[in-house]
């Protein structure tokens, strides 16, 4: 996820956040009004919706299309400039990241249904910046 979308997913929730106080005195910190709310970080739910649907990706059988498309390696051209980020790297980056497992072994753990949700289950919240 590009650090863009991570401003905007968080500017979203900040301002969300702030409709459910509704006066502007109340305010306080984000961490503060999600905490007092019981509401988890709006970014950490994405995160482990797509870490979640990762694990989902590995153990289809084989034949099923979106894991075909998981695993395929395309050929051609690419445009010139920077090369983007594809989707399977920056998910095994975020495992690397967030939960400390190594990109040759994301798959082995991902396809071990119950470990892995006990995982994303522990996934921490991202420190809030400043």
């Known amino acids: 996820m590009s650090l863009v979308l991570l401003k905007i997913i968080r500017t979203l929730e900040h301002q969300n956040s702030y409709g459910w106080l509704g006066s502007p005195l ?10 007092e709310l019981g509401v988890e970080s709006l970014l950490l739910r994405v995160e482990r919706s797509q870490m ?4 989902h990706l590995v153990r289809m059988p084989p034949g099923r299309l979106p894991a075909e498309v998981f695993r395929a390696c395309p050929s051609g051209r690419r445009p010139p400039g920077r090369p983007r ?46």
């Open 85 to 130: 980020t594809r989707w399977r790297d920056y998910v095994s980056r975020l495992a690397w990241e967030r939960l400390g497992i190594p990109p040759d072994e994301l798959e082995e753990v991902a396809g071990e249904r119950e470990v892995w949700a006990s995982l994303l289950r522990l996934l921490p919240p991202r420190p809030d910046p400043g």
């Open 52 to 55: 979640g649907w990762l694990g």
């Open 26 to 35: 109340e305010r306080g910190r984000s961490s503060a009004i999600r905490e």
